[in-house]
């Protein structure tokens, strides 16, 4: 009898090992699923954070491009807007005779000989007026004229930026594409008739193509001082060659350029004197405007 006791404790004992077992299958499973539920979560929220990332990113980039093309397309509009107020201000400015006398801008072409073909290009700084020949460069179909190359920018030259952020470089580019032929006195004064004391006469003599080209190069892929050297003008380009702006953009570097066409007039105010005899009236009005004329006149021929 105490044998069988034994046995029997001993298949108690496998039981209770098998309940054990059992219970510890079930919780295992449970944690499994828990795992997976927890994991699909963590997917889910990392692929809204992906995507909110990557929505930000792109707003940011939009912004950007459109910061700097606004950025760039000021610049450009401001050398365009130096040149007008300089040409259309005052003429007693020593600027203006600068940009008119024989070594300046507009001076070239209309003092000059065989200077319609000719492209005039400067960098433009807004604190300073680079409208002579030495500092322009002046080329042709054929290439440089007159040996004429000290107008282009340099991004190593902190004085070639457009202000003084350094951060825009600005390049002008200037050819007439239309001439006009001077009138002569004879013909400013045909058309006046008596007692007429004064008048404007406005007679065009140039049409320019104004091409501003801006960019930014600290954000080029490589260098771009030899892009500033290119023409402005396709037709100047030869064999497979760039323009400026052609240049600028296939080394990354943003750019835009403003193109405009303006007209370079002559405004010339003529002066008519007649002898009214021994009216008060009339003399009283028209002396002092003629001894004005004569003297300008005098002035002139003197």
Same mark, same amino acid.
């Given at each position: =009898?105490? @044998?069988?006791?034994?046995?029997?404790?001993?298949? +108690?004992?496998?039981?209770?090992?098998?309940?054990?077992?059992?219970?510890?299958?079930?919780?295992?499973?449970?944690? /499994?699923?828990?795992?997976?539920?927890?994991?699909? &979560?963590?997917?889910?929220?990392?692929?809204?954070?992906?995507?909110?990332?990557?929505?930000?990113? *792109?707003?940011?980039?939009?912004?950007? +491009?459109? @910061?700097?093309? !606004?950025?760039?397309?000021?610049?450009?509009?401001?050398?365009?807007?130096?040149?007008?107020?300089?040409?259309?201000?005052?003429?007693?400015?020593?600027?203006?005779?600068?940009? &008119?006398?024989?070594?300046?801008?507009?001076?070239?072409?209309?003092?000059? %000989? %065989?200077?319609?073909?000719?492209? #005039?290009?400067?960098?433009?700084?807004? +604190? !300073?007026?680079?409208?002579?020949?030495?500092?322009?460069?002046?080329?042709?179909?054929?290439?440089?004229?007159?040996? =004429?190359?000290? /107008?282009?920018?340099?991004?190593?030259?902190?004085?070639?930026?457009?202000?003084?952020?350094?951060?825009?470089?600005?390049?002008?580019?200037?050819?007439?594409?239309?001439?006009?032929?001077? $009138?002569?006195?004879?013909?400013?004064?045909?058309?006046?008739?008596?007692?007429?004391?004064?008048?404007?006469?406005?007679?065009?003599?140039? !049409?320019?193509?104004?091409?501003?080209?801006?960019?930014?190069?600290? #954000?080029?892929?490589?260098?771009?001082?030899?892009? &500033?050297?290119? *023409?402005?003008?396709?037709? #100047?380009?030869?064999?497979?060659?760039?323009?400026?702006?052609?240049?600028?953009?296939?080394?990354?570097? $943003?750019? @835009?350029?403003?193109?405009?066409?303006?007209?370079?007039?002559?405004? *010339?105010?003529?002066? =008519?004197?007649?002898?009214? /005899?021994?009216?008060? &009236?009339?003399?009283?009005? #028209?002396?002092?405007?003629?001894?004005?004329?004569?003297?300008?006149?005098?002035?002139?021929?003197?």
């Amino acid at each position: =009898m105490k @044998q069988m006791q034994i046995k029997n404790v001993k298949k +108690s004992n496998v039981k209770l090992r098998k309940v054990v077992a059992i219970q510890v299958s079930r919780r295992k499973e449970q944690e /499994g699923a828990a795992l997976i539920a927890v994991l699909l &979560f963590l997917i889910l929220i990392s692929l809204a954070g992906v995507m909110a990332v990557k929505q930000s990113s *792109t707003d940011l980039k939009l912004a950007t +491009s459109d @910061q700097i093309n !606004t950025l760039l397309l000021q610049s450009s509009d401001a050398g365009n807007q130096q040149l007008e107020d300089v040409v259309n201000g005052d003429v007693s400015n020593s600027v203006y005779d600068d940009v &008119f006398s024989d070594v300046g801008l507009f001076g070239h072409y209309i003092l000059g %000989e %065989e200077t319609d073909d000719n492209e #005039y290009t400067y960098c433009f700084n807004n +604190s !300073t007026d680079k409208y002579l020949k030495v500092h322009a460069t002046v080329r042709n179909e054929a290439g440089l004229v007159g040996g =004429m190359n000290g /107008g282009n920018c340099n991004p190593a030259t902190k004085a070639d930026y457009a202000s003084s952020r350094k951060i825009v470089m600005t390049q002008m580019d200037v050819i007439p594409t239309e001439v006009f032929e001077a $009138p002569s006195k004879e013909q400013l004064f045909k058309d006046y008739l008596d007692a007429k004391d004064t008048e404007s006469k406005t007679s065009k003599l140039y !049409t320019f193509n104004i091409r501003s080209t801006s960019t930014l190069p600290a #954000y080029a892929d490589s260098d771009i001082t030899s892009c &500033f050297g290119n *023409t402005s003008v396709k037709g #100047y380009v030869t064999g497979t060659g760039k323009t400026v702006e052609e240049c600028l953009k296939a080394a990354n570097s $943003p750019t @835009q350029t403003l193109f405009e066409e303006v007209e370079l007039s002559n405004v *010339t105010i003529v002066t =008519m004197c007649k002898d009214y /005899g021994d009216d008060p &009236f009339a003399e009283k009005r #028209y002396a002092a405007l003629c001894k004005k004329a004569e003297a300008e006149a005098e002035a002139e021929g003197g």
